[in-house]
């Protein structure tokens, strides 16, 4: 695994303090030590020393942009990446990259350097912390535009505080020794005041002993001397303007604890209504609580406190902070606020409570837009028809006599029906107090009038109105609490239907398949799926919703290198991302932990998953990932088993070889040595005796090289069969007068059931099957032994069967008879100095021929190998 670069920060408390001269004093003193330093979008215009600071150093990687400044400029990755210097340095760590840049922001670039194991070293001022914020805001007046999430700072291995007197500093602003970046962004000379200054000062400063302080808790931890509990503190979130400082006040809890953070958003059944600024609020304030380090959790429920408590309860949070807009006045109708609710019902939790005056007129405002009616033709034109239709209903109950009541409950019943059919709670609203309205019209006295004689009518007016509202409401919230039971009854029946689907699937391809088809049918998309091989993304394989994809250029070069650069960083990039944002496609990474097995692609467009999609889509690639580790695992497992076969088959050939071969050649060596030395000693018998001794042991070996020839030609295709049609007397007496010599005492017959039998066979392939298995009984058989050769015609086959009387063969040895190197443990199976190749090369050759052999006992007792070969007809020649 490659090393990761570090990450050296020159930090100070404003632009102008000296960070950027510090960095290049210290990279000229590296570069002499003997270090590989480059350098890149250095400002030179900031102090008249850094331009000679900085020759000398080689500069690379600096690209401009359409509308940069002419000191501005990003970082050129790929020309760095190419270049590889141990030390890289760049200015500005919190600098906003152009648009069209690989990353949006540069501390991005950064990460990727870092990554690659190349060391960087920056620098960052103390307003440019995104926790700090808030901070900066209330001392200078204004918000700093760009800003890097503490993450980052925390991932410094060296922060080196370079500090300045601000009497000093402001003798440079006024001076002229400070311009461009600092002034532009921190707007202007009244940022540069001696009041201004000593507050960042102190907070810089501040904020490295934090961190020093963080780290050695740390240490302590991690050798076990520190064993105090770590605290747990939960932030809510929602889309409130001012939701974004209470997430920067607890991230500074955290920190001061030394304790986790979670960000928890409460989805209520009203959350699709929002209107969209909301929700894109939303999402910058989670996006926000992610960069500050704290893990971002989603609930479901209609009661926000319980929902918070309980998830509090469950996952050890000892504090909770909440914004808290004003105190508010008890009335018998308002509803208590979340923070009363809090501290009264979970006593034991602490609960933190960030004044907000920002809130509520927010909350006046979101109230007003969640009472607008969006109009609807089709919600409109369902209450109008209901409401006619209970009206009508009205007027039969009236003519059949029925009572006022009775009529009061149709209308009730119409407003229910309105709330279930309808897509907003305004229309059930407006159904009660216009059913209310129609009733007085029609049914009461005087008719067709708003007048009411009877006192009694403005009550039953009201407890109507209130009886249609409240059914109304409930039904509303009934439907949405439904929606949201199938909301998370589907995301557990897809993951669910995914897992079963992956358990089912076999190989690779189906794997992807299978996967990609619920991402489909999840979010609706076209899923493109770059599968990983041997450490290359292969091919693209396209799910798309429709027959095509509706963009073709998703496929397209470029696209194909986001989807590199994902598999490179196993980070997520393109679409609705601050990395490749120009992509077509949104691309993941099918990963388990540091392992990529592919990447796909999901054209979502500018639109961003909600956190519901977002969570499933995860879930689904990461059992998509387990599914092929899980078939990597088992294909690797079964390659180290065929390895190890053939590591056990090689070690037999040596073994066999180094005493098999061995044993031949030292007879013949010795027999041969003993002829030379004393053949004068030697009567003729024992000459001829040792001359068959070395006959039979060259025999041997000559027979092995063929069998092992015959077998390696067979196996790779090499082997030339010639087939013509043969008589199969010819063929076996060829075969019997090469045994003739070996057959000893033993008695061999031919029985053959026609007087001319046709093979089409390679003769000289069939012979040498015919020894093998005529040779392989005259060893196995004691002298004496009778060995029937029977031959026969079946139907379009020829049947060869050789049998003996000898004593047979063990089950267990039928089972591996014919595998290649099988000598039945210690005893040798076809020979007594044998390989176990003749049987080997005998099934080999019958199978080239389009036959089969077998292997079966003789009663009472002896062995029996046959095989079929292909019948043979007479060929004319003209």
Not at 318 to 347: D, H, N, Y
Not at 460 to 479: C, D, E, H, N, R
Not at 822 to 835: E, I, K
Not at 841 to 857: F, K, M, P, T, Y
Request: include cysteine; charged fraction near 25%; proline fraction near 3%.
């Amino acid at each position: 695994m490659e090393r990761t670069g570090a990450l050296k920060i020159y930090f100070g408390y404003a632009e102008g303090v000296g960070k950027t001269q510090a960095m290049l004093q210290e990279a000229r003193d590296a570069k002499t030590r003997g270090k590989d330093v480059a350098a890149g979008c250095i400002e030179i215009r900031r102090h008249e020393g850094t331009q000679e600071l900085l020759q000398g150093l080689e500069v690379i990687g600096s690209m401009k942009m359409a509308g940069q400044e002419p000191d501005g400029g990003d970082l050129d990755l790929d020309q760095i990446l190419e270049r590889r210097p141990q030390i890289f340095l760049v200015d500005d760590l919190a600098h906003v990259n152009a648009e069209g840049s690989r990353h949006a922001r540069r501390y991005q670039d950064v990460k990727e350097l870092l990554a690659a194991g190349i060391e960087v070293w920056t620098t960052l001022n103390v307003q440019e912390l995104e926790s700090l914020n808030d901070v900066v805001v209330s001392i200078a007046g204004r918000e700093t535009p760009e800003r890097i999430p503490d993450e980052i700072f925390e991932l410094a291995q060296e922060v080196v505080l370079v500090d300045c007197e601000p009497s000093r500093l402001m003798k440079r602003v006024s001076d002229n020794d400070i311009c461009g970046v600092g002034q532009r962004r921190y707007g202007g000379a009244d940022f540069y005041t001696i009041e201004k200054l000593t507050s960042f000062r102190e907070i810089a400063m501040l904020r490295c002993a934090d961190r020093l302080d963080k780290r050695r808790r740390q240490e302590e931890l991690d050798r076990g001397k520190n064993t105090i509990g770590k605290d747990h503190i939960l932030v809510c979130l929602s889309s409130s303007p001012s939701n974004a400082r209470i997430i920067r006040i607890a991230s500074r809890m955290a920190e001061a604890y030394h304790a986790s953070l979670t960000a928890l958003f409460v989805e209520t059944t009203d959350y699709p209504a929002w209107p969209e600024k909301d929700k894109e609020r939303l999402r910058f304030n989670i996006h926000l609580a992610e960069q500050l380090g704290a893990t971002v959790e989603t609930v479901h429920g209609e009661d926000v406190p319980y929902q918070i408590i309980e998830f509090a309860r469950m996952s050890g949070v000892s504090k909770v902070v909440v914004g808290r807009s004003r105190k508010g006045k008890r009335t018998l109708f308002r509803q208590p606020l979340l923070t009363e609710e809090l501290i009264q019902k979970a006593p034991n939790l602490g609960v933190y409570i960030i004044p907000d005056y920002v809130q509520e007129s927010y909350h006046e405002k979101r109230s007003l837009q969640r009472t607008n009616l969006i109009v609807s033709l089709r919600d409109i034109g369902i209450s109008v028809l209901v409401l006619l239709l209970t009206t009508l209903l009205g007027f039969g109950f009236a003519g059949w006599g029925f009572s006022e009541a009775n009529i009061i409950t149709i209308y009730i019943l119409g407003v229910l029906v309105i709330s279930v059919i309808t897509s907003g709670r305004a229309y059930s609203i407006v159904a009660s107090a216009v059913s209310v309205l129609v009733f007085n019209f029609f049914f009461t006295d005087p008719k067709l009038t708003f007048r009411a004689y009877d006192k009694s009518y403005p009550v039953t007016f009201l407890v109507m109105f209130l009886a249609s509202f409240i059914t109304g409401s409930l039904a509303t919230k009934m439907k949405n609490h439904a929606k949201q039971a199938a909301q998370a009854a589907f995301r557990t029946q897809t993951l669910f239907d995914t897992n079963q689907l992956l358990q089912q699937a076999e190989g690779k391809e189906e794997i992807i398949e299978a996967a990609a088809g619920q991402i489909k049918k999840l979010l609706g998309m076209d899923v493109i799926v770059y599968p990983a091989e041997n450490g290359e993304l292969q091919n693209p394989q396209i799910f798309p919703v429709a027959e095509r994809l509706k963009d073709p250029a998703c496929v397209s070069k470029e696209e194909a290198e986001v989807a590199e650069w994902v598999y490179r960083n196993n980070r997520h990039a393109g679409a609705t991302t601050d990395t490749w944002s120009h992509a077509k496609c949104l691309y993941l990474a099918i990963r388990v932990n540091a392992h990529v097995y592919g990447v796909v692609g999901i054209t979502v467009g500018e639109e961003e998953l909600d956190s519901f999609e977002h969570s499933v889509l995860l879930s689904n690639l990461g059992e998509c990932a387990l599914a092929l580790e899980n078939d990597q695992n088992a294909r690797e497992k079964e390659e180290a088993a065929v390895m190890a076969k053939n590591e056990q088959l090689r070690a037999n050939i040596l073994r066999a070889i180094s005493h098999d071969l061995r044993t031949p050649l030292t007879s013949i060596s010795g027999n041969a040595s003993n002829l030379v030395s004393n053949s004068e000693s030697f009567t003729e018998e024992m000459k001829q005796a040792i001359y068959k001794d070395i006959y039979e042991d060259s025999m041997w070996l000559i027979d092995l090289v063929e069998n092992l020839l015959a077998i390696s030609k067979i196996d790779e295709g090499r082997l030339n069969i010639q087939k013509s049609s043969e008589l199969m007397d010819e063929v076996i007496s060829e075969a019997l007068r090469y045994l003739e010599r070996r057959k000893r005492g033993h008695i061999i017959e031919v029985h053959s059931t026609e007087e001319f039998l046709l093979a089409k066979i390679d003769a000289r392939l069939i012979v040498q099957v015919i020894i093998n298995l005529v040779d392989n009984a005259i060893k196995y058989t004691p002298e004496g032994s009778v060995i029937r050769i029977l031959t026969k015609k079946q139907g379009k086959e020829v049947i060869v069967r050789i049998e003996d009387d000898g004593p047979g063969i063990s089950d267990e040895a039928k089972n591996h008879i014919f595998e290649m190197f099988y000598t039945g443990g210690n005893q040798a199976v076809d020979g007594r100095r044998s390989l176990g190749l003749g049987l080997a090369l005998c099934q080999s050759i019958i199978n080239a021929h389009g036959g089969e052999i077998s292997v079966s006992d003789v009663k009472p007792h002896g062995t029996a190998f046959t095989f079929t070969l292909p019948a043979g007809e007479v060929e004319l020649h003209e």
